[in-house]
């Protein structure tokens, strides 16, 4: 029979949702029945094995410049969220990730934890979990309060279905609600290479999730109200001017000249510099009246390897084929290739014949570059 506790909770929680109340909110009353001091949901985004950002919205417990903190910097060094990369959804005390003990020794909460009245402990819900992103909700309590028990994580047990249904209800909704330029947006927001959007008075408007990330690595950009920030003098006026080229082209005065858009910045990491290309934005579409300049920044030191699945699929190549390409396009050349397959060079060079003459490259060269520009 239905646990009549369980549907009291799920019932109220997703007409709540169905309502257009947000989430945070909808779960104020489970809150209190799991005797939580504060709650909020995270998106944790990782890159290489690392956490590299998080966006969060909670009730309770830190502030919105504590928040932001976090996602901008502690996060990176936090040993929760290491954890939580790739683990199945369902619920789960983060004491079973990360040792109470480890928690209270790490510089997370010795920082910024603690200082702030951030969450000492923590019962989860992973609701979607692969390996560049995981969500979840967090109910959680301060230090001085007791742990979490065997009751209340029987609770959110029996719920963990309801909160992922409401999780994906209020996804589809707010996606429903959004027009174009939300639709816009969503789309920059999934490319791999940073976007920023500046108006006329070169105002920044947008800057994309890929650009947030290397904002925050600090290596040689961030990002302030006028776009892009840069440590160098030159570099600052060489952008500068790419930017002006740009904003005249979108007026018509001017046609951009590509040398003109264009320059590299240096990274004090020593790694492969970022590559920006200031291109005009014009009336019309999505943008409706916007008119302005994108910037577009490329991590010279990412180089996407294609999905062989994708590969085969584009331009009809065997696997071996398409294994091949990847190949190719992740910087191996046909020997080494041959060697991990277990295939004579004279096989690897018959398939790469092959690709050319699918994929209308007459040289390697040309087929590199043309893999260079797919997504990874």
Same mark, same amino acid.
């Given at each position: ?48 094995? &690392? ?10 417990? *830190? ?14 060094? *936090? ?20 040792? =109470?003990?480890?928690?209270?020794? /790490? ?10 009245? @951030?969450? #000492? ?17 967090? #109910? ?8 979490? @028990?065997?009751? !209340? ?18 996804? %589809?909704?707010?996606?429903? &609600?959004?027009?174009? !330029?939300?639709?816009?947006? &969503? ?25 947030? %990330? ?37 007026? +018509? ?5 590509? /040398?003109? @858009? /264009? ?6 990491? +020593? &790694?492969?510099? #970022? ?50 390409? /990847?190949?190719?396009?992740? +910087? ?28 209308? *490259? ?5 087929? =590199? ?8």
């Amino acid at each position: 029979m239905p646990n009549p506790e369980v549907a009291a909770i799920a019932l109220p929680l997703l007409q709540a949702v169905l309502d257009g109340q947000p989430l945070v909110a909808a779960l104020l009353p489970l809150a209190a029945r799991l005797g939580a001091s504060s709650h909020s949901l995270h998106l944790v985004r990782y890159r290489d094995g &690392r956490a590299m950002g998080s966006v969060a919205d909670g009730h309770g417990g *830190c502030g919105p410049e504590a928040r932001a903190a976090y996602a901008n910097h502690w996060v990176r060094r *936090c040993p929760r969220a290491h954890a939580l990369q790739g683990v199945t959804p369902g619920i789960r005390d983060m004491a079973e990730l990360v040792p =109470t003990e480890t928690w209270r020794s /790490s510089r997370v909460w010795t920082a910024w934890g603690r200082p702030h009245g @951030g969450a #000492f402990h923590s019962l989860t819900a992973t609701l979607r979990s692969e390996g560049a992103a995981m969500d979840g909700i967090f #109910f959680q309590r301060v230090e001085d309060e007791r742990p979490f @028990g065997a009751e !209340e994580r029987r609770l959110l047990q029996a719920l963990f279905p309801d909160l992922g249904r409401a999780f994906a209800l209020e996804t %589809r909704l707010a996606a429903a &609600r959004q027009g174009p !330029e939300d639709a816009a947006q &969503r789309g920059l927001d999934a490319m791999p290479d940073g976007i920023a959007l500046l108006d006329a008075d070169r105002g920044l408007v947008f800057a994309n999730a890929a650009l947030r %990330r290397m904002a925050a690595e600090g290596d040689g950009l961030s990002l302030g109200a006028d776009g892009l920030v840069l440590p160098d003098r030159a570099r600052r006026l060489a952008l500068s001017r790419a930017v002006t080229a740009a904003l005249a082209a979108s007026e +018509g005065r001017v046609g951009l000249l590509e /040398s003109a @858009g /264009s320059l590299a910045l240096p990274r004090p990491s +020593g &790694r492969a510099p #970022f590559m920006v290309r200031a291109v005009p934005v014009v009336p019309g579409g999505v943008w409706g009246g916007f008119r302005g300049a994108m910037l577009l920044v490329t991590d010279g030191n990412r180089r996407p390897r294609p999905n062989p699945a994708l590969l085969g699929r584009m331009f009809d190549l065997t696997p071996a084929e398409a294994a091949l390409a /990847s190949a190719i396009a992740a +910087g191996r050349t046909l020997a080494e290739h041959a060697a991990k397959r277990g295939i004579s060079v004279e096989t690897a060079r018959s398939h790469m014949a092959a690709i050319r003459r699918k994929t209308g *490259c007459q040289r390697q060269a040309d087929l =590199t570059a043309l893999l260079a520009r797919l997504p990874g």
